[in-house]
């Protein structure tokens, strides 16, 4: 099968500007780039990746194009787009679509001061874009709020595929299982919907998380979604701080040890060439 690592990031912090990227975030406060993640992908045996954007601006999703460009094991590239002015939108969606891994579109809605942002109108109607073009969107789930509206926007823009990145984040480190658990069975309903068992590691205890940790969460993923809904994601870099690739990766298949091989191969890589459009390229 093909192992594809449906969630990393690169970020330049002499090129680029993330405002949310400062001294206060640690050790993922420095540049990270394609040279120093190759060899970590070949020890684990990932075939392809899926880059996603890091900031909402086209200089970051013309790094990711280029970086694509120069790099064959990035498969596809989830951008940005002014989704709040969809005529803008319609006009950036047009160029970027010339490029064969352009596969999708993310806003990090997390950082917006309205917790509703997704909910505007004008947001709506670029979304319908989207969906009119058979592109995902990415949902940046932090808060119980934004997972509530993952239903709504389903019923609001009918055909939009969406993927709810890290299963939006449940309480691994306390423990916790609502208002999550119920949340995202509310958007496991809505057959669009997909989601990433991915950045479940910095939501656990960093210094003793282990995949038993994140089994149960993963599991109910996996009984509400099925394995052709879910994918495997690292999170790298953020992933690093609480843990390296490899435990990630290893502790992942801990977590997914349920599924039978089939189940392993949608999750580790079928699923995300299915949403991304990878089978075509």
């Not at 949310?20 to 970590?40: A, C, D, K, N, V």
């Not at 319609?90 to 993310?106: S, V, W």
Request: charged share 25%.
């Amino acid at each position: 099968m093909t192992v594809i690592d449906a969630h990393q990031h690169f970020w330049n912090v002499e090129t680029g500007s993330y405002p949310w990227l400062t001294p206060e975030s640690g050790p993922i406060f420095r540049t990270f780039e394609p040279p120093e993640l190759l060899p970590q992908l070949a020890a684990a045996g990932v075939d392809r990746t899926v880059l996603v954007q890091a900031m909402d601006s086209y200089a970051d999703t013309d790094a990711m194009l280029a970086q694509a460009d120069a790099y064959d094991v990035i498969g596809a590239v989830v951008g940005w787009v002014p989704l709040a002015r969809p005529d803008e939108a319609a006009e950036a969606l047009e160029r970027y679509r010339r490029h064969a891994r352009f596969a999708g579109i993310r806003h990090l809605i997390h950082d917006e001061p309205d917790p509703d942002w997704v909910l505007q109108e004008p947001v709506i109607e670029g979304l319908r874009l989207l969906a009119a073009a058979g592109l995902p969107f990415d949902v940046v789930a932090v808060l119980p709020r934004h997972l509530e509206h993952v239903p709504v926007l389903a019923e609001r823009v009918p055909g939009l595929r969406m993927v709810i990145d890290h299963l939006a984040k449940p309480p691994i480190k306390d423990k916790g299982w609502e208002p999550w658990a119920s949340l995202l069975a509310r958007a496991a309903q809505c057959p669009d919907v997909y989601a990433k068992v991915s950045g479940l590691n910095t939501a656990a205890d960093a210094g003793t998380w282990t995949g038993e940790d994140l089994r149960p969460y993963v599991e109910h993923a996996i009984e509400l979604f099925g394995p052709e809904r879910l994918m495997f994601g690292s999170d790298w870099p953020v992933a690093t701080l609480a843990g390296d690739y490899a435990k990630v990766w290893r502790e992942t298949q801990v977590a997914l040890s349920g599924l039978d091989e089939a189940g392993r191969a949608q999750v580790l890589g079928g699923t995300a060439a299915r949403c991304y459009g990878m089978e075509e390229r």
